[in-house]
């Protein structure tokens, strides 16, 4: 039996990720108010419903996780403090801590974990619970798994922070989404939320704290709460959360545009830190809907993109050109498999593939939304290069929630414009979850990719999971299903008397404080 503890402590490294300006050392104060800005509305605050970017910053303050993530994107303990799994990979213990409370007063028990799974099975963002055959919790503290078959990235899965899988008190895990009481173990609990507005949370002050860590390490480890109220306020437009930032109305900001954080990195009264790469930048299809229902229609989409143009048009410069749908360096990345594909800026082979596609100057819509610049700019800028080769484009923006629940659909769109971040940080699994099963994003189930996808669960031998990640980017570029457009680096900001901010996939409130 492997037994895995969460004793484990952040690496120097990981504390000082991309800092380009770093506060002096000051003891920690307790009180005072922070306001951070970010650029989109949630579409829900029922957190393991949803993969947006939006929630998720709000959510894992709220709720925490029976495994999560650390800094460096390893698994690692949340509420459980250990766990085992069984010689054939079927069966993990989770040992629960013991005493955490949740926001109403309740103790959490491992009832509560097995419930919360259950709901996620229902109504999570992740298909990973369709391993598991059963579960069982033979004490308050002990919650058993039981896979149908040995899963070797089931963990990687279920710690996910994408659509995270939440413990949530049972008494409300019989209820759909979006119903729930928002009460979570987390070290802030839920005040208000006033739509096309902000959502209010103040420090919990019955939290237990993981003492199994000596710090807070990703999204776990030692949290500790030390301002009083934490409003996260809805602000799409780039300058004004720079000018809030300036004048202090913010204190925190989730995304500053490039331009401003280069201007501003020598402005004592701010801190400025940069994240790349933060997410892959991507124009994905949808494959069910005409003209782009035609593979050759795609190809010459994708041979017409000039990826590096919308890149620098959107990114205002913090971007790099990588074709792999894992960053190089990391146990996947697939050296230059098609890399021939990528960036083709091809208009005669473009034309000649619409010529053989039969295309007839059917509108093409491509679909984006108006909270995002990187979104907004990638579809006017690869819809003005697709003009050229004689494609009729309709660029349509919308609001942020509004084109995510629009791509969910079969019909009102063609290409959509989406930064993927949290799922390369995470590995292969959910990258190719994303397009994979009858939920896949562009809107066909295809077998290739769903072979692809069952070999990276099932295979117990990491070069056999490797090749079957090997053959999820071949059929994306194959089939041009999506363009990976490239790499986006993002900058964070903080005003300059905010003390203990690190960088990283949400910005975190906890171990911050008000200098």
């Known amino acids: 039996m492997t037994c895995y503890r969460a004793l484990l402590t952040t690496s120097a490294a990981a504390l000082a990720a991309f800092a380009l300006a770093a506060g002096p050392a000051a003891a920690q104060k307790r009180g005072g108010d922070i306001v951070m800005a970010q650029q989109a509305q949630p579409p829900s605050l029922d957190g393991m419903t949803t993969t947006a970017q939006a929630t998720r910053n709000i959510s894992l303050h709220i709720w925490e996780m029976i495994v999560t993530r650390d800094e460096n994107a390893n698994v690692i303990g949340d509420l459980a403090s250990k766990w085992d799994i069984s010689p ?26 097995k419930a919360s799974l259950e709901r996620y099975d229902r109504v999570g963002g992740s298909p990973f619970m369709k391993a598991v055959d059963s579960m069982a919790t033979p004490d308050a503290n002990t919650l058993v798994i039981k896979l149908k078959n040995p899963v ?12 995270p899988a939440v413990v949530i008190p049972a008494e409300e895990a019989g209820k759909e989404a979006n119903k729930i009481e928002i009460i979570g173990t987390g070290p802030f609990q839920f005040v208000e939320y006033r739509p096309d507005s902000h959502v209010k949370l103040k420090r919990f002050d019955g939290y237990v704290a993981n003492t199994n860590f000596q710090k807070a390490d990703g999204f776990s480890g030692k949290k500790t709460a030390y301002v009083d109220n934490i409003t996260i306020r809805f602000v799409p437009e780039g300058g004004a959360r720079t000018a809030g930032l300036q004048s202090g109305e913010f204190q925190v900001l989730e995304h500053m545009p490039t331009p401003t954080a280069k201007r ?10 940069e994240a790349m790469p933060w997410a892959y930048q991507t124009f994905i299809f949808n494959a069910s809907q005409a003209p782009t229902n035609n593979a050759k229609v795609r190809q010459a989409i994708m041979a017409a993109i000039d990826a590096e143009e919308a890149m620098a048009i959107s990114t205002d410069g913090s971007y790099r050109m990588t074709h792999g749908w894992q960053h190089p360096g990391t146990p996947y990345f697939q050296g230059d498999l098609r890399k021939e594909l990528y960036n083709q800026k091809n208009a005669a082979k473009a034309r000649q593939l619409l010529q053989e596609s039969g295309y007839k100057g059917e509108e093409l819509t491509i679909l984006t939304d108006s909270a995002f610049k990187n979104h907004n700019d990638t579809a006017v800028t690869i819809g003005e290069q697709l003009k050229k080769i004689g494609i009729k484009v309709n660029v349509k923006v919308t609001d942020w929630p509004t084109a995510l629940a629009t791509s969910g659909k079969k019909e009102g769109w063609n290409a959509w414009t989406l930064m993927m971040g949290i799922e390369p940080y995470e590995g292969p699994y959910n990258v190719v979850s994303f397009f994979a099963g009858p939920n896949a994003r562009m809107q066909v189930q295809d077998p290739v990719i769903d072979a692809a996808f069952a070999k990276l669960n099932n295979s117990l031998k990491l070069e056999d999971r490797q090749a079957a990640f090997g053959d999820f980017q071949k059929r994306i570029y194959d089939e041009a299903f999506v363009v990976k457009v490239g790499d986006v680096g993002i900058y964070q900001a903080t005003r300059g008397n905010i003390q203990g901010y690190r960088p990283y996939r949400i910005p975190r409130m906890w171990d911050i404080w008000v200098e």
């Open 88 to 113: 054939d990979g079927l069966t993990y213990t989770f040992t629960l801590r013991q005493g955490v409370k949740f926001h109403n007063g309740k103790t959490m028990s491992s009832a509560d974990a």
């Open 152 to 163: 070797p990235g089931f963990l990687e899965q279920m710690s996910s922070p994408r659509a």
């Open 264 to 273: 501003l990195a020598n402005d004592r009264s701010v801190k400025v830190f």
